[in-house]
């Protein structure tokens, strides 16, 4: 029968053969966020259409575009086409920014967004992200982009470029948007239809079109770097001694203008060239509006998102390691259905002391059983036949070596069924079995 269920365009599978590789990922990106003092924190898969059209910005793609809303009844909502409007949600509805500031938190997540499938690009993406609220000053810039940098250091990601740029505040903002109109308005009818719209609302959106003839155009459009306010140019002056003071390299890129609008001053990117066109794996910057947007108190806030599928790409693509899945340390091969039951006590008594021991489900031949047992690249194996259970006498096979050690089963299993702590009644089998796996 052909297969009729297929995945929908732009989402993937892991597969257990492939999941070692995001167990990887998630473990160096929670524990360097703690080390960097960031707490986790779990928000809801959608949220209120409004909250998007508040935070991410009208004129964006990402809104105007990309987003996933549904419709249940009479309410609507939509996927979380990014993490920082929830989480700035959440830090409001739960009073944390009442608590002591800055509150630092990571979260890595599931995110939808409707565009044109690619590699590196999904309609159902992951993301570690984080953000800092209630800190205004450079050095939390820097702290964050240190964050960044630091995971993909254990990574062991090389190739990858830390661009930065200031994109100013409101007051630099209107001298800044009067310059781009300027220089645009001439182009009005090449722009695509989006940024005619935005030539109005919001100029600087267009430098941020994906459309080619805008880019184009955009090419020699005039830098908000010129027309930073004393305030903004201080801060970003700071903000280079800074991660000069922590040896992170970086290039100053006055074309990166972050696709959302809630940025404030400075905006950043990883980029690497490693990975096609797609090669911005984290991406962030401060946003000083959004929490009074969000009808918090003004609060200055900082943060990234990291897109996991295009880490994962990227430690690919550069040979970068993951850490290889625990395999299992002992197979028991029970020969018949006497067996089986002492195969599942020395089990029990093993995983309870964290080891991985797997025996057969499948009633198979031990020559069937040896292959499986080789299959998943057990370390030892211990075949319990007819003689094996008469003598309370077992062999543990070392797979790598071949070597066998000869075993006494404790006399006593048998009363002792119900016991879970059945360790001390194969006191042999797991003292001999830990010497030989921590030599
Ligand atoms: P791009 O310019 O590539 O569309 P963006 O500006 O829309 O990125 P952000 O909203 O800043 O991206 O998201 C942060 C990070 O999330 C990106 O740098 C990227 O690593 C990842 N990301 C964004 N969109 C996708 C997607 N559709 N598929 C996979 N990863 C994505
Ligand atoms: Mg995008």
Request: charge should be negative; aromatic fraction near 8%; proline fraction near 4%.
């Amino acid at each position: 029968m052909a297969i009729s269920m297929k995945r929908p365009q732009g989402t993937e599978d892991v597969t257990p053969k492939q999941i070692y590789k995001w167990t990887t990922v998630e473990r160096i990106v929670r524990e360097t966020a703690e080390s960097f003092g960031f707490q986790e924190t779990r928000i809801p898969t959608f949220e209120s259409t409004d909250l998007f059209l508040r935070s991410v910005g009208e004129t964006t793609d990402v809104v105007q575009k990309e987003m996933y809303t549904v419709k249940a009844k009479e309410t609507e909502f939509t996927l979380r086409p990014e993490g920082t409007a929830g989480t700035i949600r959440s830090m409001l509805q739960n009073g944390l920014l009442n608590d002591a500031l800055p509150q630092k938190m990571f979260y890595i997540l599931s995110c939808f967004r409707h565009e044109r499938p690619q590699a590196g690009r999904l309609r159902e993406f992951h993301q570690f992200g984080v953000e800092m609220a209630g800190s205004p000053g450079p050095a939390s810039d820097a702290e964050i982009i240190a964050l960044g940098k630091a995971i993909l250091d254990r990574a062991g990601i090389q190739n990858i470029v830390l661009n930065i740029n200031s994109i100013g505040c409101p007051a630099c903002r209107a001298d800044y948007h009067k310059a781009l109109r300027e220089f645009l308005n001439p182009h009005r009818e090449e722009l695509c239809e989006t940024c005619q719209t935005r030539l109005e609302k919001n100029p600087m959106r267009i430098l941020d079109c994906k459309s080619p003839i805008c880019s184009k155009i955009a090419a020699d459009a005039p830098l908000i770097l010129d027309y930073l306010c004393d305030g903004c140019q201080t801060h970003f002056d700071k903000l280079k001694e800074y991660l000069a003071v922590m040896k992170i390299d970086y290039v100053i890129n006055p074309k990166i203008v972050r696709g959302l609008d809630y940025y404030t001053k400075t905006v950043f990117e990883f980029i690497t060239t490693d990975i096609g066109a797609q090669g911005t794996v984290c991406a962030g910057g401060r946003y000083d509006g959004l929490i009074e947007q969000l009808g918090g108190k003004p609060t200055p806030a900082m943060g990234f998102g990291m897109g996991l599928e295009r880490l994962i790409l990227t430690m690919e693509s550069q040979g970068c390691e993951f850490e290889q899945p625990h395999t299992c340390d002992l197979y028991l091969a029970p020969m018949d259905e006497t067996a089986v039951p002492v195969a599942m006590q020395i089990a029990q008594g093993l995983r309870a002391s964290g080891y991985q021991v797997e025996y057969d489900l499948m009633q198979r031949g031990l020559k069937a059983q040896m292959k499986y047992a080789n299959k998943l690249k057990a370390s030892f194996v211990i075949v319990l036949g007819e003689n094996e259970i008469r003598t309370k006498q077992v062999a543990l096979k070392n797979m790598q070596t071949g070597e066998q050690t000869e075993l006494r089963l404790d006399d006593t299993f048998e009363d002792k069924f119900d016991d879970i702590a059945i360790q001390y009644l194969f006191h042999d089998v797991v003292e001999e079995f830990e010497k030989e796996c921590l030599e």
